[in-house]
């Protein structure tokens, strides 16, 4: 099969690749139909994320026909089309019998943490991704969803992450009527929580970015306040003055690990690994939030020493939530909000790019060039 291969940061390649094989009675192997490119996936690009190594599948967006089942999978059968969470969960261990299925204790060895996630390096248990022809979906019986027949293939693809994640990030930030909510970062996730913040009794969202094109889709497609922080001498500042001096009563860390923040910042977390990413975007959420308030951490950042203003956060009694979303468990309610028309996820799609051009597609990602928001990529298995 092709598949998008790792080679080094900045580094990607399409080459020929085994297809996988079932490894345990659980698996199943599925052909590919549509894989996305995720802000998350450019953490990896760029080199920031610990134990990324060379000849890695990325990729944890997907959907497909499932091509082949393990002797045990009993919800499947080849022909199903199936949507794949990007959790890798076993369903049963501690965490998953209480809704952590992003936390599965059974499925990584190498972390105390973050459960396995699909083509997310070996800090995330080392599994290949969907970017690519085929792939193997372990726990075949607990994670993939036959797509509904009323549902597109772009909104499917965009809820094994995006849309799932950002509308967790509206949840954790435990949203009461008439909040004002403010959203760092207008890239998919950001503009997912920033229109689900609306669902749950947000009077005002605010979302805050450097590009003007993210911005627009905010106005347009989130129906929200923009401010671009680029153009003023303090967007904390800023915020307070527009909130009364008080702040927003909710922040979401849509950013992560790539926030644009100063020269030391950048050095000590891009350079030379010393941070687990700029941490600028979380620091700017904990001073704009009011006293009291809750932010929600969405972003990605590496598991090591970030610099964080926890003191900060501890005086003014934040609530600080956060995890990666466990995706499944917010599927039913989102399919509600699509089926009824009150969200239609493939709206941000931007791009739609073939896998033997998908090098092309992360530069372009990467680079923000031709106002790139969220691309798609397409393999082209027979």
Known sequence: MRAMVYRGPYKIRVEE???PRIEHPNDAIVKVQLAAICGSDLHLYHGLMPDTRVG????HEFIGVVHEVGSSVQNLTPGDRVMVPFNISCGSCYFCSRGLLSNCHNVNPNATAVGGIYG???TTG????????YVRVPF???GPTVIPDWMDDEDA???TDAVATGYFGAQLGEIREGDTVAVFGAGPIGLIAAKTAWFMGAARVIVIDHLEYRLEKARTFAHAETVNFAELDDIVVHLKRTTDGLGADVAIDAVGAEADGNLLQHVTSAKLKLQGGSPVALNWAIDGVRKGGTISVM??????FSAVKFGDALNKGLTLRMNQAPVKRQWPRLFEHIRNGHLKPSEIVTHRIPLEHIAEGYHLFSAKLDGCIKPLIVPSAS
């Open 299 to 304: 972003g990605a950042y590496g598991p090591i």
């Open 120 to 122: 997310y390096s070996h």
């Open 140 to 142: 075949a019986d607990v």
């Open 157 to 159: 693809v965009l809820l």
């Open 56 to 59: 890695t599948t990325f990729g």
């Open 126 to 133: 080392g599994y290949d991704g969907g970017q690519a022809e």
């Open 17 to 19: 690749k085994d297809i």
